[in-house]
């Protein structure tokens, strides 16, 4: 295989873990806008998944960031 080849099966499946883990990222942050609309103390189990969710994110598009400029420099 090729390494742009390579390079773009690896972008496109860290562009699809992104979107799923900025699916699951907003159901824990639509339960934290909930509590803040209500007035109420969030569910600190909640504000955990959404930072785990968000870190997991800012890594892969670290990540995503790389092997794009990697596959730039090849085409």
Request: proline share 3%; aromatic share 4%; charged share 35%.
């Amino acid at each position: 295989m090729s390494q742009r080849s390579k390079l773009a099966k690896e972008i496109h499946i860290l562009e699809e873990e992104i979107k799923l883990l900025e699916i699951k990222r907003s159901r824990s942050q639509a339960s934290l806008i909930e509590a803040l609309i209500s007035r109420r103390d969030p569910d600190p189990t909640d504000a955990e998944f959404f930072r785990m969710f968000t870190a997991e994110i800012e890594v892969k598009r670290e990540n995503l960031q790389t092997l794009t400029r990697q596959l730039e420099k090849l085409i």
